[in-house]
């Protein structure tokens, strides 16, 4: 289980077309575009009866909305992905991330490291060409399964709730 920020269908379409201008040898594997996603807090495995607590926790935050810009193409060479990265992200998606960890009792992670993984099992750093930034309006955050146990993960949202109105920026 894990929150995550899910990409409308036009921010979805926007992904794709990043992800099929990447030039991709060997055995890397193309995400499917139904699995874009934002991790926010990997929860890991989850008992059932756990699962009201964690939609209690979805439903109890109170943080804006942000705009996120995907911005930049990496290759992250120990997990084996490429990934469109956001150089900056936002205070506000930075808040849910922190409090969605602290509230789920989740171990510390690394800091949230904005981005939409596009391949996995990159062996080899791909030539990364400069990325046209792609903006994302947040307006809501999901709690989402994983299964993992085919050849492909399948991700289904489990719940999803919404920010507050953004911020306006002075």
């Not at 935050?61 to 911005?71: A, E, H, V, Y």
């Not at 509230?103 to 791909?126: F, G, I, N, S």
């Amino acid at each position: 289980m894990f929150f995550a920020l899910w990409p409308d269908a036009s921010v979805r379409e926007r992904i794709a077309k990043a992800a099929a201008g990447l030039r991709l040898s060997g055995a890397a594997r193309p995400v499917p575009p139904e699995n874009y996603h934002l991790t926010l807090a990997f929860v890991g495995e989850v008992p059932s009866a756990s699962l009201a607590v964690l939609q209690q926790i979805g439903r109890t935050q109170r943080q804006p909305g942000c705009t996120i810009s995907l911005d930049t193409y990496e290759h992250w060479p120990e997990s084996r992905v490429v990934a469109a990265v956001a150089r900056q992200t936002p205070a506000a998606m930075n808040g849910l991330s922190t409090r969605l960890r602290d509230a789920a009792q989740v171990p510390r992670q690394e800091p949230l490291r904005a981005h939409v993984t596009l391949a996995r099992k990159v062996a080899q750093a791909p030539v990364l060409q400069a990325m046209s930034p792609i903006e994302w309006s947040v307006r809501a955050f999901s709690l989402v399964n994983s299964d993992t146990r085919g050849s492909h993960a399948v991700y289904t949202v489990v719940d999803s709730w919404p920010l507050l109105d953004e911020t306006p920026t002075p």
